[in-house]
């Protein structure tokens, strides 16, 4: 029969397991949350760069309207 400091133990080593697990997950997601923002921000530079833009984009049609 184990004792209560082995469970206490075995509870403590899956309670660490466990969060490690989700500060790997959220540096993964912030990872890729960065990656998102820095190909966004391509975009818009290529497209405030590029000149045209089609006449058929949403952002043109407000360009229009103004």
Same mark, same amino acid.
């Given at each position: 029969? =184990?004792? =209560?400091?082995?469970?206490?133990?075995? @509870?403590?080593?899956? @309670? $660490?397991?466990? @969060? !490690?697990?989700?500060? *790997?997950? $959220?540096? $993964?997601? *912030?990872?890729? !949350?960065?990656?998102?923002? @820095?190909?966004?921000?391509?975009?818009?530079?290529?497209?405030?760069?590029?000149?045209?833009?089609? #006449?058929?984009? #949403?952002?043109?049609?407000? $360009?229009?309207?103004?």
């Amino acid at each position: 029969m =184990k004792s =209560k400091r082995s469970a206490d133990t075995d @509870l403590q080593t899956q @309670l $660490e397991s466990l @969060l !490690d697990q989700v500060w *790997r997950s $959220e540096a $993964e997601w *912030r990872l890729w !949350d960065r990656v998102d923002a @820095l190909v966004l921000l391509e975009a818009f530079r290529a497209k405030r760069g590029g000149g045209q833009t089609s #006449p058929t984009s #949403p952002d043109s049609a407000s $360009e229009n309207a103004a």
